[in-house]
T-cell receptor, first 112, second 111 residues
Framework: NAGVTQTPKFQVLKTGQSMTLQCAQDMNHNSMYWYRQDPGMGLRLIYYSASEGTTDKGEVPNGYNVSRLNKREFSLRLESAAPSQTSVYFC???????????FGQGTRLTVV | GQQLNQSPQSMFIQEGEDVSMNCTSSSIFNTWLWYKQDPGEGPVLLIALYKAGELTSNGRLTAQFGITRKDSFLNISASIPSDVGIYFCAGQPVGTYKYIFGTGTRLKVLA
């Protein structure tokens, strides 16, 4: 089973460029999440989608938008990238009632 | 916002020793999860806890959901070199679908 798949794995952007990080899960989970991980700060929630058709802000949503395209896919968009958005981005999914979140392998993004 | 305090931040131990780490919260959680992250990889779930007082084992790992529902503990017995990595706690606050993460415990095992 693929689990949670993120693309791309690595990306370098110039300040002001836009891009979309893709995430897909094949576990038929209802809930999906986007986190960013910075050194010494653990994982911080950017946005989440409790179920298809809904999205909510997490701790650090500024500068990002999300789309829950269908039950499988949840994308994260940076409209105008800034150096402060240099980070490792993780997508996760869970069957909300059971409370176990499973993670993708991450996207390492550098904004120069 | 809600925060999880995880300690210790890092630890060096000798192979064969036992390890303990914990997380505390300012609010009540429904679920506690413990993850391990290897370099360049995503976090991998180790143990999930759903009830106050619950004690669950996964091989050499044992975790407990605190009675107050505001803390959790992870113990690793007889550590081995492949236990090296970063361990994260995560909690699901009551009434939400969110997971709040601790800042991690970096474990290094000396052979």
């Amino acid at each position: 089973n693929a689990g949670v798949t993120q693309t791309p794995k690595f990306q370098v952007l110039k300040t002001g460029q836009s891009m979309t990080l893709q995430c897909a899960q094949d576990m038929n989970h209802n809930s999906m999440y986007w986190y960013r991980q910075d050194p010494g700060m653990g994982l911080r929630l950017i946005y989440y989608s409790a179920s298809e058709g809904t999205t909510d802000k997490g701790e650090v949503p500024n500068g990002y938008n999300v789309s829950r395209l269908n039950k499988r896919e949840f994308s994260l968009r940076l409209e105008s990238a800034a150096p402060s958005q240099t980070s490792v981005y993780f997508c996760a999914s869970s069957e909300a009632q059971l409370g176990e979140a499973f993670f993708g392998q991450g996207t390492r993004l550098t904004v120069v | 916002g809600q925060q999880l305090n995880q300690s210790p931040q890092s630890m060096f131990i000798q192979e064969g020793e036992d390890v303990s780490m914990n997380c505390t919260s300012s609010s009540i959680f429904n679920t506690w999860l413990w993850y391990k992250q290897d370099p360049g990889e995503g976090p991998v779930l180790l143990i999930a806890l759903y009830k106050a007082g619950e004690l669950t084992s996964n091989g050499r790992l044992t975790a407990q959901f605190g009675i107050t529902r505001k803390d959790s503990f992870l113990n690793i017995s007889a550590s081995i070199p492949s236990d090296v990595g970063i361990y994260f706690c995560a909690g699901q606050p009551v009434g939400t679908y969110k997971y709040i993460f601790g800042t991690g415990t970096r474990l290094k095992v000396l052979a």
